[in-house]
């Protein structure tokens, strides 16, 4: 592990050994402008004058610091940044505000299941990912037994991926994602994916990477996930930090915000005047 | 793990823009890093269009020839007088132009079509243009196989000079990559660029002189009396490149090649492509930070 740059923002009173993650007042913005699928006739629009420019902070003023070694689980509502600061660590986006750090080989197939090319093989998808990821030929060739094996695709692996079950392309993402033994592994809602089987063996396969002193930064809506296997949980919520600690605790206030939450919306619904058995039943 | 040649340590924050020059070798150094990359992208294009099978192969090859029987027949029905061995004086300049075609309409969708990977996995983006470009020339390749079937009826015109092909084709790659970066790019924000693409491409078909010589502009009037259309038509790139390509696959109306194409011309159209390509690079690594974001 090697320091390339220190950040500037950083305090020196943080250790930096043993860190895998350091982000300091992170901030990401969206230009609502262009998120939505643009046209020229809409921005002549724009331009005359018509719509304002909208900026939208997906992320603000978060603090965060992961060790090695730790399961961090990011949990909150939806819309709430998660998967945005996985982008940012993952070096996906470029933080509008503030700084972070990342020390090792980061992988992440954010969304699993995507695959990379539906038209080719699974073999070729494996070296397609590989080439992707920035691995060598002769490493991505190394390790192609291993991951065909752990995908369970059998005779599949020469068909092609459009031919492939979703859960078998969630296997193989997630084994292509775990194969090239990152330092810290990113993953954004995987673990509902496949069937019991393959649940408990991924499961297996993050437990084994935390162990190996990686870091492993995970997204999820199964809490008792998060309970069981994170050693450390933050809830995000409106892209601000809300809570930092024990993950018994942040699951905690995240179900009481989300009960909160739910209230409010059938408070509002009746004092709009609708039925509020429509508003609880969605 | 020592075998990945991912940067091991990363810091982003969100200080100010590289200057040109870094944003040009960034470029530079993201292509040269990822050739093996932008290699599996050209193959698995040409494996999904079927050129790796023998079917496949034969049309791609019929493809240009067909091309230019449309032309042949449409020219020879409003044109009482075509050139001698119009076929052949055709289909010099369909051939670099449906590499050129099919390589901008590939690259304007070669960033947003692969929305899912670029929200998932940090790589240069630039590597999709390149792949659309370079992929094209394994149709240029086969268009070559077509020119040679065709060239069995016009056998008085074949001379060596057809070597001088790849080194035309060198200016046109790099030209054709300038274009691409900027379509890809712009297409990211604006997602009807494609039409506009579409459209500019047709219209850019029939200004150059593909279908007519350079030299018959001359015969229209309007030409002869507004000598700055004639300045524009000589200055357009495909003027020189399907000028040059003729002058070594065709020769002239009344004689087959005797000698190089106007190097001069393609000389200067090199440098300008170089720096051109220069231009549309920054401009790439320029917005590609946004891609993501935006896509």
């Known amino acids: 592990m090697q320091l390339l740059r220190r950040p500037p923002k950083l305090g020196v009173d943080r250790a930096t050994d043993g860190d895998a993650i350091r982000a300091a007042d992170l ?139 979703s859960g078998m392309r969630a296997r193989l993402g997630f084994a292509i994602a775990t194969s090239v033994d990152p330092d810290i592994l990113l993953l954004d809602e995987v673990l509902a994916t496949g069937d019991a089987n393959f649940r408990e063996k991924s499961k297996a396969r993050v437990i084994d990477i935390v162990s190996a002193a990686k870091a492993v930064v995970l997204v999820t809506h199964d809490m008792s996930w998060v309970t069981e296997y994170c050693n450390r949980a933050i809830l995000i919520e409106r892209g601000e930090l809300i809570m930092e600690g024990d993950p018994a605790d942040v699951v905690e206030l995240h179900r009481h915000n989300q009960e909160m939450a739910r209230r409010q919306t059938i408070e509002e619904a009746e004092k709009a005047g609708l039925d509020p058995r429509i508003v609880r039943a969605r | 793990m020592s075998a990945s040649s991912e940067v091991p340590a990363a ?186 693409v579409g459209h500019l491409l047709r219209l850019w078909w029939f200004l150059s002189p593909g279908l007519y010589s350079l030299a018959s502009l001359d015969d229209i009037r309007f030409f002869r009396e507004h000598h700055i259309l004639t300045t524009f038509a000589n200055a357009n790139p495909f003027a020189i490149l399907f000028e040059a390509y003729r002058s070594v696959i065709y020769g002239t109306a009344t004689a087959k090649p005797d000698g190089p194409p106007n190097m001069e011309l393609l000389a200067i159209l090199l440098v300008a492509s170089v720096v051109f390509l220069a231009f549309t690079t920054m401009v790439f690594k320029r917005l590609e930070p946004n891609f993501a974001k935006v896509i």
């Open chain 1, 27 to 165: 901030g990401v913005r969206y230009d609502l402008r262009f998120t939505k699928k643009t046209t020229i006739r809409s921005s002549i629009g724009q331009m005359l004058g018509r719509g304002e420019v909208q900026k939208f902070w997906a992320l603000r003023h978060l603090d965060l610091h992961v060790r090695r070694g730790e399961s961090l689980a990011v949990i909150g509502p939806n819309g709430a940044g998660k998967s945005t600061l996985l982008q940012v660590l993952a070096g996906i986006i470029r933080p509008s505000e503030g700084a972070v750090e990342v020390f090792g080989h980061v992988s992440g197939l954010l969304t699993l299941g995507a695959g990379f090319d539906k038209e080719l093989t699974g073999r070729d998808n494996i070296l397609l990912g590989g080439a992707f990821l920035g691995l060598d030929d002769a490493v991505t060739h190394e390790l192609l037994p291993s991951i065909i094996e752990y995908a369970e695709l059998g005779d599949f692996i020469d068909a092609p991926l459009r031919t492939y079950s």
């Open chain 2, 11 to 196: 810091f982003r924050n969100a200080a100010g823009n590289p200057g040109p020059i870094a944003l040009v070798r960034d470029g530079i150094a993201d292509i040269l890093s990822r050739r093996r990359l932008v290699r599996y992208l050209v193959q698995a294009d040409a494996h999904k269009r079927g050129a790796d099978t023998l079917l496949g192969n034969i049309w791609w090859v019929l493809d240009p020839l067909l091309q230019m029987v449309v032309y042949v027949v449409f020219v020879s029905i409003i044109v009482p007088r075509t050139q001698p061995d119009y076929p052949l004086f055709v289909f010099s300049a369909i051939l670099p132009w449906k590499w050129f075609s099919a390589s901008v309409t590939d690259a304007t969708v070669s960033i947003v079509s692969q929305d899912q990977l670029i929200k998932q996995i940090q790589f240069p983006k630039i590597v999709l243009p390149v792949a659309a470009t370079t992929a094209g020339i394994v149709s240029f390749a086969f268009g070559t196989v077509a020119l040679g079937l065709l060239m069995l009826f016009f056998s008085d015109r074949i001379t060596p000079w057809l070597l001088f092909i790849p080194v035309i084709a060198v200016v046109q790659y790099v030209f054709t990559l300038a274009c691409a970066f900027l379509v890809a790019a712009g297409n990211v924000f604006f997602r009807d660029l494609g039409n506009v």
